[in-house]
């Protein structure tokens, strides 16, 4: 099963082109243009151009968790032990034989009495990192072991290490459109891009699910894709950088 791949939405930006300060220093007590706040520092000489920059990027979940649910009552310990006991070390061995880690199983057991008979229930918690895999083993277990397991939805979720990338990638996503919208301006001009002064990243948002499902509908009935497109975090991030003009250098134009 592909996953849907990142996507990135066109930036919103603004510039502002700054001359240089009469008598070409810098003024340190005065508030930076283009800082919230008036917040006061020192003015690199030359030059600058402002902008800002957003991003917007996605990432589908990268992991699944699926849940199997088996019991049996019998009025001998032995037998009600014997029929969970064979069922899981055929859902053990399936999930052994695709390429599933052992880590990633973890089963629980309950006995207990119940009135004059004995009670064995157990569940086996799977977790996927391949989700065509995830389907191929659920469906050869209901075609197998039929109504004597239970197969909850698959539960869809991130990593750790996934949300950190997205967030990642969002930013220097903002900041390569803040940059190459500053390219643009300078070129307005025949002005050269120089080095950043500055780079802020001044908001980030995250959410959750862009989907159409109705919520009268039963949980029964979502596809697997709808509890991907579901469980898939959206992210945007907007930056504030500075970017020092260069001189261009009139001894090489007048050659050209």
């Not at 920059?53 to 001998?76: M, N, Q, W, Y």
């Not at 290490?161 to 301006?185: F, I, M, S, W, Y």
Request: proline fraction near 6%; include cysteine; charge should be positive.
């Amino acid at each position: 099963m592909s996953l849907p791949a990142l996507q990135l939405s066109p930036a919103r930006m603004f510039a502002e082109l700054l001359a240089p300060p009469l008598g070409g220093r810098g003024r340190e007590n005065e508030p930076e243009p283009g800082l919230p706040g008036g917040r006061s520092g020192p003015v690199p000489p030359g030059r600058e151009v402002h902008v800002s920059g957003s991003a917007e990027l996605c990432a589908a979940p990268d992991r699944a968790r699926v849940s199997i649910r088996l019991g049996s009552r019998k009025g001998e310990a032995g037998e009600a032990r014997s029929s969970v006991s064979r069922r899981l070390d055929y859902i053990a061995q399936s999930a052994r034989q695709r390429g599933v880690q052992e880590e990633n199983v973890t089963v629980t057991k309950d006995f207990s009495r119940v009135e004059n008979a004995y009670q064995m229930e157990a569940e086996v918690c799977i977790t996927f990192s391949d989700f065509g895999k995830m389907q191929n083993i659920c469906n050869l277990l209901v075609e197998k072991l039929g109504s004597s397991v239970t197969i909850s939805p698959p539960h869809f979720y991130h990593t750790t290490q996934a949300v950190d990338t997205l967030r990642r990638q969002v930013c220097l996503a903002a900041v390569g459109n803040a940059r190459r919208k500053a390219q643009e301006v300078c070129g307005l001009f025949g002005q050269a891009l120089g080095k950043p002064l500055l780079i802020r990243e001044e908001e980030m948002k995250e959410w959750e699910g862009q989907t159409d499902s109705h919520p009268s509908s039963s949980s029964d009935t979502v596809t697997v894709q709808q509890r991907i497109q579901s469980a898939t975090i959206y992210a945007s991030s907007k930056v504030f950088a500075i970017f020092e003009i260069k001189g261009t250098d009139k001894r090489k134009s007048k050659l050209t």
